[in-house]
């Protein structure tokens, strides 16, 4: 688990006394977590009106994984390829939270493997309200293109969020994050990461190289208010 520096709602200071957009929200990561099962572990210390967000993978020996939003989430849909082929299944979600999230949350269940990530981000006064935009899946066999996340066009605060993940006994790794994300979570066949752009927010390219069966590359970016 990665946790954010930042006490909840706490406005993002320069230096002692100036603040960065003062009046304006602004975001930063307040926690992550990784799971290897059909239920994640929800962070401690939640507050309302914190975003999650949970990337999930999950494979099945015959036939592919049963499609599951986790409760109280709303999904993002994906355009690009199919999110699921015949043995694997790739899915986003997000949630604004009320602050009584605690224990497990259940997604989706393989009967050879599942990989989860989630992030928590949190804003200098509590999120009511998230925008999805341009969320792209490529989950082939072959070698996935790469994506371009257009996330310049975003007003106000902004987060870009990729992963890579893969349904074959591989390590899953971008081969190209440009411009770099801030950091990188791993959950040993899936990695994701996450960019914050409190003002002037960039494209991002992303990339894998083919490692094996079920190769998925996951990108979009979210704005709040």
Known sequence: MIEGQFKPFQRLQLGAFEEINPGGLEISLFASATSTAATITWPGSLQSGMVAFL???????????????????????????AQTD????????????????SGS???MDG??????IMFIIQGTSPIASVTISDATVNLTNSDPSSETISASNGIGPVLV??????GS?????????????????AAT?????????????????????????GNALIGFYATFS
């Open 55 to 81: 990337i999930d993978h999950a494979n099945n020996i015959i036939n592919k994984p049963t499609d599951v939003t986790p409760s109280g989430f709303t999904n993002i849909p994906l355009s690009g390829t």
């Open 86 to 101: 015949g043995f694997n299944r790739v899915k986003t979600s997000y949630k604004i939270l009320t602050g009584s999230e």
């Open 105 to 107: 949350l259940t997604g």
């Open 111 to 116: 009967d050879s493997f599942d990989r989860k």
């Open 161 to 166: 969020i990729g992963s890579a993940s893969i």
């Open 169 to 185: 006994s591989a390590t899953a790794a971008f081969s190209t994050e440009s411009p770099a994300f801030d950091a990188t979570v």
């Open 189 to 213: 066949r899936m990695v994701a990461g996450y960019k914050i752009y409190n003002s002037s927010p960039q494209d991002h390219t992303i990339d894998m190289n083919y490692l094996g069966s």
